[in-house]
């Protein structure tokens, strides 16, 4: 088994860092969850400071280790926020579609990651509670709006009912590989510059892939 472990580190060729942000309580640490080990629990905890789970899966026949990182949405932890955004290529912006304050704290949330994350960091908007329909507080046409308003992947999900989780997160670390290959193939037609520098800032390539593919497919995601 020891071997078997260390030849799967030694084949991951990508560590992608995707942060979840959104008020306390809208579902961040379940869908993190439901993400990471497929598990959902009813009676989970606020979560304190900050936590974070991983997962490696194949995008394009490439090994990829997503750390996923979860943090407090109570405004006392918000110390953390350097250091929880720094080398983060990936963000869920997350809400609760029955409470509409969490939605109007969207655009706050968006305003502190773009100005602590990387500016190619790709970003998903994630209504999340979609099995909490009859206590619908945000119209999915005005989240709709929003996304395409500030150029967002967006996707309404349930961490409970495991409905487009695992497409949401797809998504993103699907777009994030993509532009990545895309940033290895120039490096690799300039040999000088082979350093992360040349790519997407904050990605750790820990084992750099020989021939990037030129077009890497997207994930699609179901319509809800």
Not at 82 to 103: E, N, W
Not at 204 to 218: D, L, M, N, R, T
Request: proline share 2%.
């Amino acid at each position: 088994m020891a071997n078997s472990y260390a030849e799967l580190n030694q084949r991951i060729d990508y560590v992608f860092k995707v942060v979840l942000i959104g008020d306390s309580a809208v579902g961040k640490s379940q869908l993190l969850a439901r993400f990471s080990r497929d598990e959902f629990s009813l009676d989970s905890k606020a979560t304190i400071g900050v936590e974070f789970q991983t997962r490696t899966l194949a995008i394009d026949h490439k090994t990829v280790k997503a750390q996923i990182w979860d943090t407090a949405g109570q405004e006392r932890y918000r110390a953390v926020t350097s250091a929880y955004y720094r080398g983060a290529v990936g963000a869920m912006l997350v809400y609760d579609i029955t409470k509409r304050q969490s939605f109007d704290h969207i655009t706050r949330w968006l305003e502190e990651l773009r100005g602590h994350a990387d500016k190619n960091i790709v970003i998903m908007l994630v209504g999340n509670k979609c099995d909490l329909g009859t206590l619908r507080a945000v119209p999915t046409e005005d989240a709709k709006e929003f996304a395409q308003r500030e150029n967002l992947f967006f996707m309404e999900t349930s961490a409970l009912e495991s409905t487009n989780v695992e497409s949401a997160f797809l998504t993103v670390l699907t777009e994030i590989y993509r532009i990545v290959s895309k940033k290895s193939l120039v490096a690799n037609d300039e040999p000088e510059s082979v350093g992360s520098s040349s790519l997407l800032k904050g990605t750790k390539i820990v084992v750099p892939g020989q021939e990037p593919p030129g077009a890497a497919k997207s994930a699609c995601c179901m319509s809800t």
